[in-house]
């Protein structure tokens, strides 16, 4: 009898400690991919490169470098591709129009 107990406890314990052994290896791997989520894109030369075909780049650039800066993405060529950057696509004027070029 007192043998089941001892080796009950050890199998609690035992499993215990590998529950605490596989909570911290998870947490070490979302701060490591927290990290890299947290890396801040060029805004400039994204837009630059965004807005590089526009008639008002000026206004565009301006635009582009609010919405960068909010989302940390620009969609990939001139125009179109906002499905690429949900966040980017997202964001519209008062007037309910897109607000990112």
């Given at each position: ?12 314990i ?61 969609p ?26």
């Amino acid at each position: 009898m007192a043998i089941s107990k001892a080796l009950t406890a050890s199998l609690l314990i035992s499993l215990l400690v590998l529950h605490l052994a596989e909570a911290d290896q998870t947490t070490s791997n979302e701060s490591a991919v927290a990290g890299n989520l947290a890396k801040k894109i060029d805004c400039g030369s994204a837009c630059d490169a965004r807005c590089r075909l526009a008639s008002r780049q000026k206004i565009c650039k301006r635009a582009c470098g609010t919405c960068c800066a909010r989302c940390n993405c620009v969609p990939p060529g001139t125009a179109g591709n906002q499905e690429v950057c949900p966040c980017y696509a997202s964001l519209t004027t008062h007037g309910g129009r897109r607000k990112c070029p």
